[in-house]
């Protein structure tokens, strides 16, 4: 007599359950070891390769300016240099529409001096350079409409170079940081998982005698 597929589910339900309960407790932190391990081998010999390219413009006070005055400008010009307004002029230079173009640069300045970085993201590393020039060239352009009012102009610093090498992680990198990320998670899980209830063996220390037990409540207190 066959079983029901029900039974047999349940079956092998039971027998999962029981080989579980026969490992030791510190079966996760291997096993996230192993899966991290992989995802990050994973990601490093699938994953298309990125490479970032930098170009620098600086602010300069003009005639009787407060040299001060470039430290501010040079923030803002920082912010305005991934603009609606400044990615819609630089798209032509960058071969990328705006839409694209956003998600490829980013600006970042220094409170200390006023020098504005434009990075240009691509996976054609020409393509990366070719982005931060445009740009950069966009908000060099840009500021030398208001120079006159404003007292201050952005010159070009340094010219993005075609980069060599990739920034995004090498496989023995990947591989170590999802190994590492693994573990972490598998300890995690170690902490937070409830033990297993264990079997613990107590004294039993028989209570009195029923004939002991009416005797001592027969007996009178002393006065």
């Known amino acids: 007599m066959t079983d029901s597929p029900e039974q047999q589910r349940h079956l092998v339900v039971q027998r999962l359950r029981t080989a579980l309960t026969r490992l030791p407790q510190w079966w996760p932190l291997p096993v996230s070891v192993l899966i991290g391990a ?21 602010a300069v006070a003009e005639g009787e300016t407060d040299p001060s005055a470039a430290l501010g400008y040079a923030q803002s010009y920082g912010r305005l240099a991934t603009s609606d307004a400044t990615l819609s002029y630089a798209r032509g230079a960058a071969g990328e529409p705006v839409r694209e173009l956003r998600s490829h640069v980013r600006s970042e300045t220094s409170p200390d001096s006023p020098m504005i970085a434009v990075t240009g993201t691509s996976k054609d590393r020409h393509r990366a350079a070719d982005i931060a020039n445009a740009v950069i060239e966009a908000v060099v352009v840009s500021s030398g409409h ?14 993005a170079m075609t980069p060599d090498e990739p920034v995004s992680p090498s496989v023995p990198l990947g591989t170590a940081v999802g190994a590492a990320a693994g573990g972490l998670l598998g300890g995690l899980v170690l902490l937070v998982r409830p033990r297993r209830a264990r079997w613990s063996v107590s004294a039993q220390v028989p209570g009195p005698a029923s004939g002991d037990a009416v005797a001592q409540d027969d007996r009178e207190p002393v006065r």
């Open 38 to 58: 992989a995802s990050g081998l994973s990601y490093g010999v699938l994953a298309s390769p990125q490479y970032e390219a930098t170009s620098y413009a600086m």
């Open 146 to 159: 208001v120079s006159q009012d404003t007292g201050v102009k952005l010159i070009k610093f340094t010219h």
